[in-house]
């Protein structure tokens, strides 16, 4: 049977006696069905060609083949499956050549592996890292790769998903040479002649000798499944991947590959490999807003920061860390030496940690400078305001960064709360003004919220992402409100955590539960890390506009009365014994939420880890769901992509919305509801739920339409 649509995806030329199969299925060369079957057909129509003695395969572009087709998976499977077709290049009876440049990733490698003989380019990328989707090499990797390499460097490649460049996959015995220039079909064509020449025969990957040793072979596999079973708590490829190996260790070869089949489909079912994927596409998407489509980017070769604090500060390295030159602002000598000596230390740590050489760090800091003037920043292309959350105080810096910044210059301010709308129109161009919504500590936190107030230009807003780019964060594009998309929705879930923990949970059983969820650290560890003082002071300032029929749990507020703000102050709702970083659990901190239960009139009752589950990803995906429906993230897939890398969501998890549709949008709509009965001025359904049960649709159903 073929495919449907066949579009010449796969090119075969006769150069010499050797047939030049290119794979060209822009943008990567996936393995989609198409591909499959024009393979396969060049591979017979270089068996019964007498003029053909060898197969060169390459890939089209930049890279070889970075992989089967991620889109197809869940979709009904068009034949002729990947490990047929690698089987069919294994068996050729004439000499298969792989040649690689890029990416020869996943399906990619296992085409490179069922090949005879491999060489690749300096450029290259070569990996199996379906593990991060949630899979295993099905095409016959788990097998190939222990045969050739030996279970302990199979193991190490399949189960990091680490890409190794071309030496390192010429030092285990990935490839057989290194190509010393930079032509790939030049270089693929001298490597076939020379075996031509050599007489070279079709060698195969099952008949290597990587498993020779049978007892060093099982030894590596007993230590990869003890630490797999240690290290990645929860998830279902990882020790799969092992029993793989193990097949391929005491099963004949075709045995080996049946045992991969049934492994790799248990994958593929597992909702873990669809939120994966979800996450692999969503953070790709996320970089689609609509103004960096529309708009060119400034360009940006010069930055200057106000205020030095943690946040201003932890900006800057990860400016300086982009190669871009630094300029920061403070209002005296005294805390500019602070800022300077901030950045410092992050320095500091690395080269203590013999990550950074003082060579390497004196380079970095010759591009940072600090000022107590703004005419500092007179050449600066970008300027990211970080100082005091307060509007005044905000709005003071930009009068001045107003008064001095170029024409062009795009004005960026890191508030996580404030009116952005109001900070630009306080000036006299707003359309350079956007939020750069920075997570602490800046340098390490993947997220980025471009904020993209009223009067912006679309070309700030591409050069925000474009800065993103630079500095490797994830940007996703939000909306101004309070708290933009990650802090308004993690408002909401916090405060049904103080609701749970005051009618009866316990934060060490919520956090606990949370954990085994997948998260890193529960909330209550959070806010411990991150200093109860910071929630306090959001409350003081909220203080004057809640809802006073709204319910408020006061436990918080009690424990920072007493100055336990958390890890800094060696307690907070743990213990940190002697500067400890993990807490333990405090009777007095439970005697305090005891005191409130009573004072508030409540009797505790207990809570079962699916109920605590169940609430508190309702208050999630309700308020996400809310963020979406007015506009302030384009897709459902904005908010994932936000609670992935600013606030550990579990990625197999695919993010919040992901996991709404995963359990089912109509479940979620009841468990408000029932929810409501007790508190229905917090549990209000978001009427995009309540509008997309009703057409039996998903969130998903909207990620396409921004
Ligand atoms: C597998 O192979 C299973 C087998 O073992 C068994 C099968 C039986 N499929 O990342 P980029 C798209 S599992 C479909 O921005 P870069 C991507 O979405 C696979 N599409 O470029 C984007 O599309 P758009 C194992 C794919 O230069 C565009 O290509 N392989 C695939 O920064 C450009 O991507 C992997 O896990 C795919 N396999 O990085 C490798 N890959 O423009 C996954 C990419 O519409 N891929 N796209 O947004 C990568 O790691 C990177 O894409 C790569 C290029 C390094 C190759």
Redesign the pocket.
């Known amino acids: 049977m073929t495919p449907e649509v066949s579009a010449d995806v796969v090119t075969q030329e006769l150069r010499g006696r050797i047939l030049v199969v290119t794979i060209d299925n822009p943008?990567?060369n996936?393995l989609g069905a198409n591909v499959r079957y024009e393979l396969q057909l060049a591979i017979e129509a270089a068996e019964t060609n007498a003029a053909v003695d060898a197969v060169l395969l390459l890939g089209a572009g930049r890279?070889f083949i970075?992989?089967?087709?991620?889109?197809e998976f869940g979709k009904a499977p068009l034949p002729p499956?990947?490990?047929d077709v690698c089987n069919q290049i294994e068996a050729c009876g004439k000499p298969v050549v792989a040649a690689i440049r890029g990416?020869a990733?996943?399906?990619?490698l296992?085409i490179a592996l069922a090949a005879h003989y491999r060489i690749a380019l300096a450029d290259a990328?070569l990996g199996l890292?379906?593990v991060?989707?949630g899979?295993l090499?099905?095409?016959g990797?788990t097998q190939r790769a222990p045969h050739l390499l030996g279970a302990k460097a199979a193991l190490d490649l399949m189960l990091s998903g680490r890409h190794l460049g071309a030496k390192e996959a010429h030092a285990i015995g990935l490839i057989d040479r290194i190509g010393e220039g930079d032509d790939v079909l030049t270089e693929g064509l001298a490597y076939t002649r020379a075996l031509l020449t050599a007489r070279a025969p079709a060698r195969r990957t099952r008949d290597a000798n990587g498993l020779a040793d049978h007892v060093a072979s099982r030894a590596a596999i007993d230590v990869a499944r003890a630490e797999t079973s240690k290290k990645s708590r929860g998830l279902f490829a990882p020790l799969r991947i092992v029993d793989a190996v193990r097949a391929a260790l005491e099963s004949p070869f075709d045995e080996g590959l049946r045992h991969e089949r049934q492994l790799?489909l248990q994958c593929l079912d597992s909702p873990q490999r669809a939120g994966l994927v979800h996450a692999f596409?969503a953070e790709?998407?996320v970089l689609k807003a609509p103004e960096t489509r529309d708009a060119k980017p400034r360009a940006i070769a010069s930055v200057g920061v106000v205020g030095g604090g943690t946040m201003g500060a932890g900006i800057a390295v990860a400016v300086l860390d982009a190669g871009l030159p630094v300029t920061m602002i403070e209002r005296d000598d005294a805390a500019l030496a602070r800022g300077r000596a901030h950045v410092e230390k992050v320095y500091e740590a690395l080269i203590a940690k013999g990550r950074m050489t003082p060579e390497t760090r004196a380079a970095v800091l010759a591009r940072f400078s600090g000022s107590t003037s703004y005419d500092a920043l007179g050449a600066a292309d970008l300027v990211i305001e970080a100082v005091f959350e307060d509007m005044a105080v905000k709005q003071a810096v930009f009068a001045e960064l107003d008064r001095v910044c170029k024409p062009g210059a795009v004005l960026a301010t890191n508030t996580s709360y404030l009116d952005i709308d109001e900070i630009a129109a306080s000036i006299s161009r707003p359309a350079d003004v956007v939020g750069l919504h920075f997570f602490s500590p800046a340098n390490v936190m993947k997220l980025l919220e471009v904020v993209v107030p009223a009067q912006v230009s679309a070309d700030v807003v591409a050069t925000a992402f474009e800065l993103a780019k630079k500095l490797r964060k994830v940007p996703v594009r939000a909306g101004v409100c309070d708290g933009f998309i990650g802090n308004r929705v993690l408002a909401v879930y916090r405060a049904a955590a103080d609701h749970m923990m005051e009618d009866g949970a316990s934060p060490y059983q919520i956090d606990r539960v949370l954990r085994e969820f997948g998260f890193p650290m529960g909330p209550f560890q959070v806010s411990d890390l991150a200093g109860g003082d910071i929630g306090w002071a959001t409350r003081k300032r909220r203080a004057a506009t809640r809802d006073p029929k709204a319910r408020y749990v006061q436990i918080a507020d009690r424990i920072c009365e007493r100055g336990w703000f958390g890890q800094k102050t060696g307690r907070g709702y743990y213990l940190y014994p002697d500067g400890a970083r993990s807490g333990v659990p405090d009777p007095e901190v439970e005697a305090i939420i005891d005191a409130e239960r009573e004072r508030a009139g409540i009797a505790p009752r207990a809570f079962t880890d699916d109920e605590i589950i169940r609430r508190y990803m309702a208050a999630m995906i309700n308020e996400g769901a809310n963020v979406v429906h007015e506009g302030i993230a384009l897709r459902p897939l904005d908010v994932d992509v936000t609670f992935l890398y600013g606030y550990g969501f579990p990625r197999h998890r695919g993010g919040p919305m992901k996991y709404a549709d995963s359990i089912g949008l109509a479940k979620v709509l009841a468990d408000i509801r029932e929810f409501a009965k007790e508190d229905p001025i917090f549990w209000k359904p978001s009427p995009l739920i309540v509008e997309l049960v009703e057409q039996g649709e998903t969130l998903a159903s909207l990620n396409q339409s921004a």
């Not at 970075?66 to 889109?71: L, T, Y």
């Open positions: 943008p990567v996936a890279n970075a992989g089967a087709d991620i889109r499956s990947l490990p990416a990733l996943g399906g990619g296992e990328k890292p379906e991060a989707l899979l090499p099905g095409a990797g790799f596409f790709r998407e």
